[in-house]
């Protein structure tokens, strides 16, 4: 060959290439390759600088520009868990801490529970090796109640504090306190200046508050001015649409538009803004239903909810890719609004609502209602279409609807039942709450009912001081106080068993399962758990009777609830007898938890065996600030409010009337519903609560 021959050979040759066969390493490049690619990665240093020179720093940057999951590596990378301190990050829903701590501990290539972890509300999965742990602002509040300096953190990050919920809030004006009280001796000398980080023995403590929305004056004045940082975004443009005459019924405009998109626009995932579970899960059905009368090619369309209540195994699902060809439609409640960022979306349905808690001070009852949403949350919902490629966002209302809606959403502790924050501030030792440095102030009427009930509930003296031990237990169950307290009682009236399981049932959303096409034979199936003396015992008949199903086989054990055939028995349970089966293992989740914390207590539990009227009672003695009497027209006057109520149709006493009747929760509409009721003896009100009841004069 001569040299041109030689060359010209050379160029044919070729070489086959085959992939990298270690999934692992693969996966770990490219999620490197991800987190190089966020906004936030290139101003690392800068980032981590700002936190070194302020002892409070505010950053403010676009959803999915890598906040939550990469700054607290920058910081752990960057020495800020030396001598074993760790770096605590704050988010408002359960659902954002869990599923964001799996990823970052993906990130690291660790287990979760190692140096990344998660705690929330009856679920903790960190251990001593942890050193960045994700958890719920409530949760960091309860652990302020153990250790008020919060001396195991070296930097606490609140994030989305854009969310202002009533627990950030707090938590806020705490942190603070704390940040203070930590650069000083118990002789209130200061002992260090916060620049000497590295150098002193004295660990102040570093905070960060993160905060999608790009106004932070409020955030900065309020925290002495601290200093803001822009991480600046990438946005693709988002066409906005919306309809042209307002729509009456959005879940029927939902499914519309989902299925419209489906079949003309283009691929990318479609994200569905609801109002909760109840209504996700009837979307969900809904659309599998209207697929069916799709072509073959057509019905490729994959449904994946996400809610705060969702079981944490479910819970990354929203983020694995559909199969190839289908298109994912995420449900979601405005969970996906800020807190999680979900890959693959290009269309985002906006109802314009929201499933809020509103609280009535005047009369001191707090309801679930759907408001529409504000301005800054519209404008956060179409930004989700618009992160990877250009997107559209279809809003359910008229632009004139848009028009009217409030520039920004009101702050919970504006607008929510204070008694849980105030028993917790007590507990703090934060007397006067009314004083306390909030960011924006409660109503003082809100603050004064709440006193009020904590009082009636025997959880403060007179001087407005916790009670001993009554006050000290309730604050320590994490528990709405009336639940607290009725656990309190029932130990006494020997139906802690009972009530554990109430409280359990009454902590999730929706324990019946109706589908529309099969109402009469779910309506026949709950008749079988179905007791005349209300809601309370039929819960507990359901209970009872999944628990009874699983000993038959005998998979009683609640320590085995994890275990996958366990699982598989019980969900064919409960398709068998209509029964939400995310809902009871939340619920049998959430009894686990709150028996160990009543154990720990030193309660007794004990069974009020067959006498449910002991159970009833025990109710009345518990739940008595929400006692109804029946009034002439046949609706109920809430003893505590005033106000006039109406049993819910859900209610196995709609239709029944009885004379007096205790419920556990409000739901405003057109009407004022009352749900989960039981009846009860008028009498026993005055003999458990005649401080309330008795003679009042
Ligand atoms: P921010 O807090 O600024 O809104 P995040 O740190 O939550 O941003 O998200 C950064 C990136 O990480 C996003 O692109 C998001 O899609 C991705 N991400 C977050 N959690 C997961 C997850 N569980 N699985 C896959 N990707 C995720
Ligand atoms: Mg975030």
Redesign the pocket.
Request: aromatic residues 8%.
């Given at each position: 060959f001569s040299d041109k021959d030689k060359m010209r050979e050379q160029g044919k040759r070729k070489f086959s290439w085959r992939n990298e066969t270690d999934e692992s390493f693969a996966r770990m490049r490219k999620i490197a390759q991800q987190r190089k690619s966020l906004p936030i990665a290139s101003v690392e240093r800068r980032v981590v600088d700002e936190v070194r020179k302020n002892d409070t720093l505010i950053i403010v940057g676009e959803?999915?520009?890598?906040?939550?999951?990469q700054l607290p590596q920058f910081l752990f990378n960057a020495g800020f868990c030396r001598d074993g301190k760790l770096i605590g990050v704050t988010?408002p829903r359960r659902v954002?801490a869990v599923t964001?701590a799996k990823r970052v501990a993906e990130e690291c290539g660790i287990e979760l529970g190692q140096k990344v972890g998660y705690s929330i509300r009856f679920e903790d999965v960190t251990s001593s090796t942890t050193r960045i742990k994700y958890m719920t602002d409530g949760l960091l509040l309860r652990e302020a109640l153990l250790d008020p300096r919060l001396s195991k953190y070296s930097v606490i990050i609140v994030?989305?504090a854009h969310e202002r919920t009533v627990h950030t809030d707090v938590l806020l004006g705490l942190l603070k306190n704390v940040q203070r009280a930590r650069l000083r001796s118990p002789t209130n000398q200061c002992l260090v200046d916060s620049k000497d980080f590295h150098t002193s023995k004295v660990l102040p403590l570093k905070l960060v508050i993160?905060s999608?929305s790009l106004d932070a004056r409020g955030f900065s004045e309020y925290l002495g001015n601290a200093k803001a940082v822009h991480v600046q975004g990438r946005q693709f443009p988002v066409d906005i649409l919306y309809t042209y005459s307002p729509e009456s019924d959005y879940i029927d405009a939902a499914l519309i538009t989902i299925f419209q998109i489906h079949l003309e626009e283009g691929p990318g995932d479609i994200l569905v803004f609801l109002t909760g579970q109840e209504e996700i899960e009837s979307v969900e059905r809904l659309v599998r239903e209207r697929a069916l009368h799709l072509s073959e090619d057509s019905r490729k369309i994959l449904t994946v909810p996400v809610y705060s209540a969702l079981p944490s195994e479910q819970q990354m699902q929203v983020f694995r890719p559909a199969p190839d060809g289908f298109r994912k439609v995420i449900l979601a409640t405005n969970i996906a609004e800020?807190?999680?960022?979900i890959p693959g979306i290009r269309f985002v349905i906006d109802t314009g609502l929201v499933k809020a808690r509103s609280f009535n001070p005047r009369t001191g009852m707090e309801s679930l209602v759907i408001i529409p949403i504000s301005k800054a949350q519209a404008l956060q919902r179409s930004g989700r279409a618009g992160r990877e490629v250009p997107g559209k966002c279809f809003r359910l209302y008229t632009e004139d609807e848009f028009g009217k809606l409030a520039e920004s959403t009101i702050p919970e502790i504006k607008r929510c039942n204070l008694s849980n924050v105030v028993l917790q501030l007590k507990a703090l030792g934060i007397d006067d709450v009314i004083g306390f440095d909030f960011m924006d102030k409660p109503s003082r009427m809100a603050v004064v009912k709440s006193l009020e009930h904590l009082y009636v509930l025997g959880a403060l003296t007179v001087e407005g001081k916790l009670s001993d031990p009554v006050g000290f237990q309730m604050a320590r169950l994490p528990l709405d106080p009336i639940y607290a307290k009725g656990l309190i009682v029932a130990s006494k009236l020997n139906c802690l068993e009972e009530m554990l399981i109430i409280v359990s049932m009454l902590s999730v959303e929706s324990i019946f399962y109706s589908p529309r096409e099969k109402m009469e034979e779910a309506r026949a199936a709950r008749k079988c758990f179905a007791s005349q003396e209300g809601d309370h015992i039929t819960l507990l008949n359901v209970y009872r009777a999944s628990v009874e199903s699983l000993e038959k086989s005998r998979m009683g054990n609640q320590e085995t609830i994890r275990d996958k055939t366990v699982e598989k028995k019980l969900n064919k349970w409960c398709r068998e007898n209509f029964i939400n089966s995310r809902s009871l293992r939340h619920a049998r989740e959430i009894h686990r938890q709150i028996l160990g914390h009543v154990q720990n207590m030193g309660l007794n539990v004990t069974s009020c065996g067959q006498d449910m009227d002991q159970f009833r009672r025990c109710l009345a003695a518990s739940f008595f600030l929400n006692a109804a009497v029946k009034q002439p027209d046949g609706l109920y006057r809430a003893m505590a409010s005033g106000q006039t109520v109406q049993i819910h149709p859900s209610s196995v006493l709609f239709g029944t009337k009885p004379d007096c009747i205790i419920f556990n929760e409000l739901v405003r509409t057109n009407h004022n519903y009352i749900r989960n009721i039981s009846r009860i003896d008028p009498l026993w009100l005055s003999e458990f609560a005649p401080h309330y009841y008795g003679n009042k004069e």
């Amino acid at each position: 060959f001569s040299d041109k021959d030689k060359m010209r050979e050379q160029g044919k040759r070729k070489f086959s290439w085959r992939n990298e066969t270690d999934e692992s390493f693969a996966r770990m490049r490219k999620i490197a390759q991800q987190r190089k690619s966020l906004p936030i990665a290139s101003v690392e240093r800068r980032v981590v600088d700002e936190v070194r020179k302020n002892d409070t720093l505010i950053i403010v940057g676009e959803t999915g520009s890598g906040k939550t999951t990469q700054l607290p590596q920058f910081l752990f990378n960057a020495g800020f868990c030396r001598d074993g301190k760790l770096i605590g990050v704050t988010q408002p829903r359960r659902v954002a801490a869990v599923t964001v701590a799996k990823r970052v501990a993906e990130e690291c290539g660790i287990e979760l529970g190692q140096k990344v972890g998660y705690s929330i509300r009856f679920e903790d999965v960190t251990s001593s090796t942890t050193r960045i742990k994700y958890m719920t602002d409530g949760l960091l509040l309860r652990e302020a109640l153990l250790d008020p300096r919060l001396s195991k953190y070296s930097v606490i990050i609140v994030d989305e504090a854009h969310e202002r919920t009533v627990h950030t809030d707090v938590l806020l004006g705490l942190l603070k306190n704390v940040q203070r009280a930590r650069l000083r001796s118990p002789t209130n000398q200061c002992l260090v200046d916060s620049k000497d980080f590295h150098t002193s023995k004295v660990l102040p403590l570093k905070l960060v508050i993160m905060s999608a929305s790009l106004d932070a004056r409020g955030f900065s004045e309020y925290l002495g001015n601290a200093k803001a940082v822009h991480v600046q975004g990438r946005q693709f443009p988002v066409d906005i649409l919306y309809t042209y005459s307002p729509e009456s019924d959005y879940i029927d405009a939902a499914l519309i538009t989902i299925f419209q998109i489906h079949l003309e626009e283009g691929p990318g995932d479609i994200l569905v803004f609801l109002t909760g579970q109840e209504e996700i899960e009837s979307v969900e059905r809904l659309v599998r239903e209207r697929a069916l009368h799709l072509s073959e090619d057509s019905r490729k369309i994959l449904t994946v909810p996400v809610y705060s209540a969702l079981p944490s195994e479910q819970q990354m699902q929203v983020f694995r890719p559909a199969p190839d060809g289908f298109r994912k439609v995420i449900l979601a409640t405005n969970i996906a609004e800020t807190s999680v960022t979900i890959p693959g979306i290009r269309f985002v349905i906006d109802t314009g609502l929201v499933k809020a808690r509103s609280f009535n001070p005047r009369t001191g009852m707090e309801s679930l209602v759907i408001i529409p949403i504000s301005k800054a949350q519209a404008l956060q919902r179409s930004g989700r279409a618009g992160r990877e490629v250009p997107g559209k966002c279809f809003r359910l209302y008229t632009e004139d609807e848009f028009g009217k809606l409030a520039e920004s959403t009101i702050p919970e502790i504006k607008r929510c039942n204070l008694s849980n924050v105030v028993l917790q501030l007590k507990a703090l030792g934060i007397d006067d709450v009314i004083g306390f440095d909030f960011m924006d102030k409660p109503s003082r009427m809100a603050v004064v009912k709440s006193l009020e009930h904590l009082y009636v509930l025997g959880a403060l003296t007179v001087e407005g001081k916790l009670s001993d031990p009554v006050g000290f237990q309730m604050a320590r169950l994490p528990l709405d106080p009336i639940y607290a307290k009725g656990l309190i009682v029932a130990s006494k009236l020997n139906c802690l068993e009972e009530m554990l399981i109430i409280v359990s049932m009454l902590s999730v959303e929706s324990i019946f399962y109706s589908p529309r096409e099969k109402m009469e034979e779910a309506r026949a199936a709950r008749k079988c758990f179905a007791s005349q003396e209300g809601d309370h015992i039929t819960l507990l008949n359901v209970y009872r009777a999944s628990v009874e199903s699983l000993e038959k086989s005998r998979m009683g054990n609640q320590e085995t609830i994890r275990d996958k055939t366990v699982e598989k028995k019980l969900n064919k349970w409960c398709r068998e007898n209509f029964i939400n089966s995310r809902s009871l293992r939340h619920a049998r989740e959430i009894h686990r938890q709150i028996l160990g914390h009543v154990q720990n207590m030193g309660l007794n539990v004990t069974s009020c065996g067959q006498d449910m009227d002991q159970f009833r009672r025990c109710l009345a003695a518990s739940f008595f600030l929400n006692a109804a009497v029946k009034q002439p027209d046949g609706l109920y006057r809430a003893m505590a409010s005033g106000q006039t109520v109406q049993i819910h149709p859900s209610s196995v006493l709609f239709g029944t009337k009885p004379d007096c009747i205790i419920f556990n929760e409000l739901v405003r509409t057109n009407h004022n519903y009352i749900r989960n009721i039981s009846r009860i003896d008028p009498l026993w009100l005055s003999e458990f609560a005649p401080h309330y009841y008795g003679n009042k004069e």
